[in-house]
């Protein structure tokens, strides 16, 4: 297990602590918390594999986007990929976009939460199939 590995399952133990303590709030922080395990996987898988993928998020884009490269440093299947971009995205969207009325913004949240806990399953099933299981 190396260092993103064991980040990621730090980052998903703090996820429980959140879920388990406040069922109903801070969702922008859950939604950060579980783009931060897909992002501490992947590079853990590019550790597994030799591979250095990038420290920023502008790295990372860069060595993996179809449309920014067409010689990824490491390959991943296509929808993994776009599950990761789909989680980066909601994780920006969380903790930037704004909405003026508190109660709409904290249904939107849900929404977006309930939406990235069934991509944070499907990304993590891959990674379980590289070896990357969050235990």
């Given at each position: 297990?190396?260092?993103?590995?064991?980040?990621?399952?730090?980052?998903?133990?703090?996820?429980?602590c959140?879920?388990?303590?406040?069922?109903?709030?801070?969702?922008d922080?859950?939604?950060?918390v579980?783009?931060?395990?897909?992002?501490?996987?992947?590079k853990?898988?590019?550790?597994?594999?030799?591979?250095?993928?990038?420290?920023?998020?502008?790295?990372?884009?860069?060595n993996?986007?179809?449309g920014?490269?067409?010689?990824?440093?490491t390959?991943?299947?296509?929808?993994?990929?776009?599950?990761?971009?789909?989680?980066?995205?909601?994780?920006?969207?969380s903790?930037?976009?704004?909405?003026?009325?508190?109660?709409?913004?904290?249904?939107?949240?849900?929404?977006?939460?309930?939406?990235?806990?069934?991509?944070?399953?499907?990304?993590?099933?891959?990674?379980?199939?590289?070896?990357?299981r969050?235990?």
């Amino acid at each position: 297990m190396n260092e993103y590995h064991q980040q990621a399952i730090h980052n998903k133990n703090f996820l429980e602590c959140i879920k388990s303590n406040y069922p109903s709030k801070f969702y922008d922080w859950k939604i950060t918390v579980i783009f931060y395990i897909a992002i501490h996987l992947l590079k853990a898988l590019g550790k597994k594999r030799n591979t250095l993928i990038g420290e920023s998020h502008y790295d990372i884009f860069n060595n993996f986007d179809p449309g920014r490269t067409a010689k990824p440093v490491t390959t991943i299947p296509p929808e993994i990929w776009t599950t990761y971009k789909r989680l980066y995205k909601y994780s920006k969207s969380s903790r930037y976009d704004g909405i003026a009325n508190q109660s709409i913004r904290d249904l939107a949240l849900k929404a977006d939460y309930d939406e990235v806990v069934k991509l944070k399953a499907e990304y993590c099933q891959y990674m379980d199939s590289q070896h990357l299981r969050l235990v």
